[in-house]
């Protein structure tokens, strides 16, 4: 994968965003140590679960993700970029042990924006943890159901 750092020559030819994909779709334990050379060192990273920003704490949630989802993979399935600004549509997958022995799929849209040298300052996940993530889990997945369907007859009536 070519670098993104701002001392990469590579990285001035390169699109900031196909080599963020490479970093994702690749990432293991040992690409953890290449934060500092993907992210500002200020970076914001949002999703269903954290609001965080900072080398430390990305790398903090990026390790637990990977030693608790059992053969991680994230494929992206589209993206667009304009500007500073890119858009990725991907499917997120694994084994996580509070969800049962199926395996995990997640499909979500990620906003991403660069700054002036190419690295990410902010990186904010849409998915639906409702609906792909608490509803499979045992009792809070049955009261979701229920909740839903409600709302559904409720909105077919009105």
Not at 33 to 59: C, M, N, Q, W, Y
Not at 72 to 93: E, F, I, P
Request: charged fraction near 25%; include cysteine; aromatic fraction near 12%.
């Amino acid at each position: 994968m070519a670098s993104i750092s701002p001392s990469s020559a590579e990285s001035r030819e390169a699109d900031p965003l196909e080599c963020y994909i490479d970093f994702f779709e690749g990432m293991t334990q040992a690409d953890i140590a290449r934060i500092p050379e993907v992210f500002t060192p200020d970076a914001r990273f949002k999703d269903p679960f954290s609001d965080l920003r900072g080398h430390d704490r990305l790398a903090r949630v990026f390790t637990a993700m990977l030693r608790d989802v059992r053969d991680y993979q994230l494929v992206v399935d589209d993206h667009v970029r304009k500007g500073d600004t890119g858009w990725l549509k991907w499917t997120m997958s694994g084994f996580v042990r509070p969800l049962g022995a199926e395996r995990w799929v997640v499909t979500g849209v990620s906003i991403i924006r660069f700054d002036a040298n190419g690295l990410v300052s902010e990186h904010v996940d849409y998915w639906d943890a409702a609906g792909q993530m608490y509803e499979r889990l045992p009792l809070i997945g049955w009261i979701l159901r229920r909740l839903r369907a409600r709302f559904a007859a409720h909105s077919a009536a009105g």
